[in-house]
C-alpha cells in the first residue's frame, strides 16, 4: 500500500507581501494548466498528468510510491479543480482553487507546472498536499 506524500505550504499570500496579483494576464495559464491536469487524473491520462508535474514533484512521487508516476498518481485521488477556481499568483508562484482542490504551481521556463496537488488547508495558515515535491 502506498501512502499519500503530504506536504505543509504556507499560502501564497503569506509568502509575497500578502498582495494577490488580481486579474493579471497570467492567471489564464495558471488556472489552464490547473484544470489541464485535474483533467488528465479524472481521465486516467497519466502521461499528459506526469508531464504537467514539476521535476521534483514527479520524481518525489515516484520515489515514495515505488513505481512509474503514470501509475503513481492514481493511487492519490486527488479533487477536481473547477474551471472557476480562484486564482492567486505571485511572480514565478501560484495557487488555484481554495479548500480542498487547491493547487499550487510554479512557473518554468517553458511554462507553469503543478508543484503540489490535493492540498487542503490545516492549523496555522497551512496546507497538506497529497502530491508535493521537495
Same mark, same amino acid.
Given at each position: 500500500?502506498?501512502?499519500?506524500?503530504?506536504?505543509?505550504l504556507?499560502?501564497?499570500?503569506?509568502?509575497?507581501?500578502?498582495?494577490?496579483?488580481?486579474?493579471?494576464?497570467?492567471?489564464? +495559464?495558471?488556472?489552464?494548466?490547473?484544470?489541464?491536469? /485535474? @483533467?488528465?487524473?479524472?481521465?486516467? $491520462?497519466?502521461?499528459?498528468?506526469? =508531464? !504537467?508535474?514539476? +521535476?521534483?514533484?514527479?520524481?518525489?512521487?515516484?520515489? /515514495? @510510491?515505488?513505481?512509474?508516476?503514470? $501509475?503513481a498518481?492514481?493511487?492519490? =485521488? !486527488?479533487?477536481?479543480?473547477?474551471?472557476?477556481?480562484?486564482?492567486?499568483?505571485?511572480?514565478?508562484?501560484?495557487q488555484?482553487?481554495?479548500?480542498?482542490?487547491?493547487?499550487?504551481?510554479?512557473?518554468?521556463?517553458?511554462?507553469?507546472?503543478?508543484?503540489?496537488?490535493?492540498?487542503?488547508?490545516?492549523?496555522?495558515?497551512?496546507?497538506?498536499?497529497?502530491?508535493?515535491?521537495?
Open positions: 500500500m502506498v501512502l499519500p506524500s503530504r506536504i505543509r504556507l499560502p501564497l499570500g503569506l509568502l509575497v507581501l500578502g498582495v494577490p496579483a488580481c486579474g493579471s494576464t497570467q492567471d489564464q +495559464p495558471v488556472r489552464d494548466v490547473a484544470v489541464q491536469f /485535474s @483533467a488528465a487524473v479524472a481521465q486516467h $491520462e497519466g502521461r499528459v498528468a506526469c =508531464d !504537467l508535474l514539476a +521535476p521534483d514533484t514527479r520524481e518525489e512521487l515516484e520515489q /515514495s @510510491a515505488q513505481k512509474p508516476c503514470a $501509475e498518481l492514481f493511487d492519490e =485521488d !486527488l479533487p477536481s479543480v473547477r474551471e472557476s477556481a480562484p486564482v492567486r499568483a505571485f511572480g514565478t508562484m501560484a488555484v482553487g481554495d479548500g480542498s482542490e487547491t493547487v499550487f504551481l510554479t512557473r518554468f521556463p517553458d511554462g507553469w507546472r503543478v508543484m503540489a496537488a490535493g492540498c487542503t488547508p490545516g492549523p496555522v495558515e497551512r496546507y497538506d498536499c497529497q502530491v508535493k515535491g521537495g
